[in-house]
């Protein structure tokens, strides 16, 4: 049986990436500037500073990057606080499972500290977080493992195998790889390559098809 369950947040638990394709789309529209959608899709499942090397290499030394993400940011926070985080299905049925399973839940997300326990307090889903691992934490984030590593040692687990790994972005997806855990895709709006799709532990195409003792055997 496994020893701990790790998730991702966007993408995984809420349905966000779309939502900040959307922030994206309409700042950079009132901003007068032309970001290209692969620029975003290329983006899913990296921190604020590898995001930054991306848009910047894009778009250009000069664009003003520290303003457009406070903008997207506040875009997406006022829809959330009318609305609360769009939930992915089958988060609390897994979760449930999980608790009655014995089986730790830790949050592995390369969303900043201040943003991501907004977002799981605002949702409700705190409580059931046995650690937290937060991109702001890290040296290095996604691909590298740190952000699971970091997950794996508050959980008090020694074994990276033992770990499940919840993703959908080819980022997190090798990181969990390289943590020596087993990866788990719930796809979302990237697509995995073959190549990724090789690390890949199992596949599922929502949260509560793991709800069950069978899944979690090897």
Known sequence: MIQ???????????????????A????????????PDSLFRSCVGLNNRDTRTKVLSTMGGDFPYEEFADQTRTWMRVRMDENGPPEKPGIRALFGYLRDAGVPIGLATSTSEPSARW????????????AFAF????????????????ARDR??????SACVVFEDSPAGLRA????????????DMVEVSPEIQKL??????????AAHDSFFRY
């Open 4 to 22: 701990a369950a790790i998730f991702d947040m966007d993408g995984l638990l809420f349905d966000t990436e779309r939502l900040c394709t959307d």
């Open 24 to 35: 994206w789309k309409t700042v950079s529209s009132e901003r007068g500037f032309s970001m």
């Open 119 to 130: 977002m799981i307090e605002k949702a409700g889903l705190e409580s059931w977080f046995s």
């Open 135 to 150: 991109g702001s934490e890290v040296a290095t984030g996604k691909p590298a493992p740190d952000i699971f590593l970091l």
């Open 155 to 160: 959980l008090g687990v020694s074994d990276s």
């Open 176 to 187: 969990a790889h390289a943590a020596g855990m087993r990866p788990v895709h719930v796809p």
């Open 200 to 209: 890949v532990w199992k596949t599922i195409s929502s949260l509560e098809e």
